[in-house]
């Protein structure tokens, strides 16, 4: 008796998968650290911060916004671009399976103009005609895309480019502005483990150590949960003893107004 002789031609029944499964996840980065310096213990401490804190912290609740988009032709269309992708991660799919689903992967000529993913990887060559306020828009905007977007290779290669893009322009932005927006980028849904992969959160933290003289109370809480979430970057930093002194007396004067999870 042959073994094709047991196979009955029926379909196997499939064990139905729970909703979780079906959940957009991202994929998982090794991490070891100190629970202090823990990702999962960080991303509930600010949203703790959020809730507890008010105005001060609300810069870093997504909120979804669209880009002043221009007319067709601008500037490589840089702007309607940007909206068509951001819309698609957050309403369909990552660009590689929105592909799929649209049958974009079967249109045949023009694929550079009718693809997510060749729309995704123009946009990226183009982000270099974005101006410094839309730059900021695209850190606020991908904050707010779903986790398994690290999950795709174009959306990836967006990524590294804002953060390329970030680093070249960052020193002419405010120091205080840098630090909410690094703050705002490292949280992303782009989690990766090479920290040459996201690069503008580590310039912050280099630029910002030699202002702190100059930050107020919250500024510092702030940079210091920037250093968190970033401690390599941060162990390279070299404080004077004034510094040092400084930062020290200005959180134990304030420490009656800090909540727990900013002392924490």
């Avoid at 988009?69 to 698609?88: A, F, K, L, M």
């Avoid at 967006?158 to 002419?172: N, Q």
């Amino acid at each position: 008796q042959t073994s094709a002789n047991f196979n009955s031609g029926k379909f196997k029944k499939i064990k139905q998968q729970p909703d979780s499964f079906f959940q957009r996840k991202a994929a998982p980065v090794d991490n070891n650290e100190h629970f202090m310096f823990n990702r999962e213990f960080l991303d509930q401490s600010i949203e703790k911060l959020i809730s507890s804190r008010g105005r001060g912290y609300m810069f870093l609740k997504t909120q979804r916004k669209s880009m002043k988009e221009e007319e067709e032709g601008v500037r490589e269309n840089v702007t309607r671009d940007w909206n068509h992708i951001s819309e698609t991660v957050q309403d369909l799919a990552i660009p590689e399976l929105a592909d799929v689903i649209g049958g974009q992967m079967f249109a045949g000529n023009n694929l550079r103009k009718t693809t997510t993913c060749c729309l995704t990887l123009r946009l990226a060559d183009n982000l270099k005609l974005l101006s410094h306020a839309e730059i900021h828009h695209c850190i606020r905007d991908v904050a707010g895309w779903p986790a398994d977007s690290s999950n795709s290779e174009v959306l990836c290669s967006l990524f590294k480019k804002i953060d390329e893009e970030c680093c070249v322009r960052c020193p002419d932005w405010d120091v205080v502005e840098n630090i909410n927006l690094a703050l705002i980028w490292t949280r992303g849904p782009f989690r990766t483990s090479r920290s040459e992969d996201k690069a503008y959160g580590s310039t912050v933290v280099h630029l910002a150590a030699e202002h702190i003289l100059d930050f107020s109370v919250e500024d510092t809480v702030r940079f210091l949960l920037l250093c968190c979430y970033l401690p390599t970057p941060a162990s390279e930093i070299s404080l004077s003893e004034e510094e040092k002194s400084h930062v020290e007396e200005k959180l134990v004067n304030n420490f009656h107004k800090l909540s727990e999870s900013e002392i924490a």
